[in-house]
């Protein structure tokens, strides 16, 4: 009876599924540096990361969708109520003139080339100013020498001619260039732009009898004048600010203009399709062609007769 009192699962090692020989076989053959793999380790922080930058990618998406949505409930905003109207240059409401342009960066240009415009209207406005004061120091200039007035009448003569002329030259191109991506437009511009950057070179040289306070001016007026010759050399750091950050500024905008797939091709098809929709055009077109139908029509007639 011994032997049937006996508890067959009492042995340890029976009850433990571990100390199998099948087991206990293969833990023995374990791959080198597979028990210190941790599946959870890496995986959980390259999981974290993924997740922040879709994360990031979502809400960057979701601030240009309602940067669209904005525009466009703008866009349909002006419509209804008959179109924009300008509003630049501010001027009051009781002016005899009225505003010549519409400008709005948050409307009509994308949210990526707004900083870009907006520097370029900036450096407009700073060339402006610096004609403005050059007036002065051509002013100064000839109270100290008589003989400097034709400088004095040229730096008038320069601020009322480049302060509009730069602004519809340049300015307002590359404005309606990023508006509307045209690559004519932006050609109009690179065009433009590089004959005003000359004209900011020899306004910081400042050759005499040029109307300009540059630094050959400047030097010369302080041979005069001490005060003066500083309010030249001031008003010459200007004009070389601006010739320098309209360099850094033309290829800045000419960067972001490869990259909106503009092309001297698209610039021609532009042309052309702008001027065969000029109404003028059309018209000069149609008479041109009545009056050799017309022609042709009567060297036909005439050859019947005889």
Not at 219 to 227: A, D, F, Q
Request: with cysteine; glycine share 4%; net charge neutral.
């Amino acid at each position: 009876m011994s032997d049937f009192d006996s508890n067959p699962f009492a042995d340890p090692d029976l009850n433990n599924p571990f100390k199998d020989p099948s087991v206990t076989q293969v833990t023995r053959n374990v791959p080198p540096g597979l028990d210190e793999y941790n599946p959870f380790s890496d995986s959980r922080t390259e999981h974290a990361l993924t997740q922040a930058e879709l994360v990031k990618r979502q809400e960057e998406l979701e601030r240009k969708a309602a940067e669209l949505d904005r525009r466009e409930r703008e866009m349909q905003s002006l419509n209804q109520q008959a179109g924009r109207k300008n509003n630049w240059p501010p001027l009051p409401e009781n002016f005899p003139v009225g505003p010549c342009f519409y400008q709005d960066f948050s409307v009509d240009i994308p949210v990526e080339f707004q900083k870009t415009v907006k520097i370029m209207y900036y450096l407009w406005m700073f060339h402006t100013v610096t004609l403005f004061l050059n007036i002065f120091g051509c002013l100064a200039w000839f109270y100290i020498d008589a003989t400097r007035g034709v400088d004095f009448g040229l730096s008038i003569l320069w601020f009322l001619l480049f302060t509009p002329c730069s602004f519809v030259c340049w300015y307002r191109p590359l404005y309606r260039a990023f508006r509307s991506d045209s690559s004519f437009r932006f050609f109009v511009f690179f065009f433009v732009y590089i004959c005003q950057f000359a004209v900011h070179v020899l306004q910081a040289a400042g050759f005499q009898r040029w109307g300009n306070c540059g630094w050959i001016s400047s030097l010369t007026g302080l041979n005069k004048s001490i005060p003066v010759g500083i309010m030249m050399i001031i008003i010459a750091a200007l004009f070389t600010a601006s010739a320098v950050i309209s360099l850094v500024m033309f290829k800045k905008v000419h960067g972001l203009y490869r990259t909106t797939g503009a092309s001297f091709e698209k610039a021609q098809q532009e042309f052309a399709t702008g001027v065969m929709s000029n109404k003028t055009v059309q018209t000069a077109a149609a008479n041109a062609t009545s009056t050799a139908a017309t022609s042709a029509a009567q060297n036909v007639f005439k050859g019947n007769r005889m």
